[in-house]
Structures are given as C-alpha cells and as structure tokens.
T-cell receptor, first 112, second 113 residues
Framework: EAQVTQNPRYLITVTGKKLTVTCSQN?????MSWYRQDPGLGLRQIYY???????DKGDVPEGYKVSRKEKRNFPLILESPSPNQTSLYFC???????????FGSGTRLTVV | GDSVTQMEGPVTLSEEAFLTINCTYT??????LFWYVQYPGEGLQLLLK?????DKGSNKGFEATYRKETTSFHLEKGSVQVSDSAVYFC????????????FGKGITLSVRP
C-alpha cells in the first residue's frame, strides 16, 4: 500500500530534550515536506526537500532541522524543543509537487 | 505572496443538504488547486484537484471548478452524508514555489442525521 509513515503518533517531552520524528514513504517520491498544524493558523510548511541531499526552509523553520540522506526518509529533528513547538506535525510526499501530496497520519507533539 | 482564503466556519448541515464551501486564492502564474479533507484523528487526504483553468476536479460526489477569472475553487456536493463530517482545506501549489502547498485555514463541516 502506498503510504507515508510517521512515528511516533503521540509524543510528550520536556523542554530542551532533543527528539526526532521519523517519516518514510514507499512511493519513490522526490518531493517531501514537513508541515505543522495549529488552531487558527492552518498548516504551515517547516522544511521541504526536492531530492536526496537537497533541503530548504519553508515558512516556519526556526527550531527545526531536517536531513534527506535517502530518498524514502525525511526525519524532522528538534534539537532543543520549546513549548511553542507543541503542535500537530505532518510529513508529506509527492511525485511532482503540483500533482498533490500524500500525507502521513500526523504526530501530535506536546512540549512541557 | 500566495494565499488561500476560505469561508468562515463551522458549517452544520442536515443529511442530504447541498454543500458549498467557498475558496478564493491569490497567486502568481497558474497554480494547481486542491481540496484536502481531514477526518477526525487522521491525516489529510487529497479529495480532488485541478491543474488548469476551467478544469473540474471531482471525487466521492464532490466537485470544484478552477475559475481563473474569479480566482476561485469552490467545493460543492449535491447531497451530503453524515460520513462527510470532517475538516476541509483548500490549497494551492504555485509554479516555481518549491512545490509548497499553501493552505487555507480549513473549515469544519458537521452533518447531522
């Protein structure tokens, strides 16, 4: 089944404790992206990648890092999480961007 | 910059009612337009899309037509069901924009039996 898999689904952590949210897709898509969803703000892009070793900032990149060492994986790294990063995070992938993205099921992160 | 504006919600309808959710956009060039749906506790699913002016996207009884002259992509369904209760997002992807999706704020639809 074609899908984007994110882990974990839920995560509660403390301020400053580094964490990684994993994302993997099995569709051989070149484009991958991370979004965060917040009430009243909708979805905003954090980082994107157009291919292996090609990544760039989206609209709200502060406090996040990403890497794209393999085509299928695009982890999101929070080096020192803060409470304002409490959010619902989605990973998404696409063959051609303008064709539309396939989204993962989301990771609900709470930073206390 | 690019932007998407959706009508304010939430929207509550009775089963079998007609649905229209308005969406207008601002973008340079000719963006692709999308409607995504998010069911409770789930990720976003692509509902339908249109890639050029006058295209009509359709899926599961939902339709939307790409209207360049009014920069709109309104979502319609002739007869909603309880199972259509979800959050609906209008989005665009503009050419040369790193393939980023720009989303509207979403609207919650509740359909009562």
């Amino acid at each position: 089944e074609a899908q984007v898999t994110q882990n974990p689904r839920y995560l509660i952590t403390v301020t400053g404790k580094k964490l990684t949210v994993t994302c993997s897709q099995n569709m051989n898509h070149e484009y991958m992206s991370w979004y965060r969803q917040d009430p009243g703000l909708g979805l905003r892009q954090i980082y994107y990648s157009m291919n292996v070793e090609v990544t760039d900032k989206g609209d709200v990149p502060e406090g996040y890092k990403v890497s794209r060492k393999e085509k299928r994986n695009f982890p999101l790294i929070l080096e020192s999480p803060s409470p304002n990063q409490t959010s619902l995070y989605f990973c998404a992938s696409s063959y051609g961007g303008r064709d539309g993205y396939t989204f993962g099921s989301g990771t609900r992160l709470t930073v206390v | 910059g690019d932007s998407v504006t959706q009508m304010e919600g939430p929207v509550t309808l009775s089963e079998e009612a007609f649905l229209t959710i308005n969406c207008t956009y601002t973008a340079t060039g000719y963006p692709s337009l999308f409607w995504y749906v998010q069911y409770p506790g789930e990720g976003l699913q692509l509902l339908l899309k249109a890639t050029k002016a006058d295209d009509k996207g359709s899926n599961k009884g939902f339709e939307a037509t790409y209207r360049k002259e009014t920069t709109s992509f309104h979502l319609e369904k002739g007869s909603v069901q309880v199972s259509d209760s979800a959050v609906y997002f209008c989005a665009l992807s503009a050419p040369g924009a790193n393939s980023k999706l720009t989303f509207g704020k979403g609207i919650t639809l509740s359909v009562r039996p």
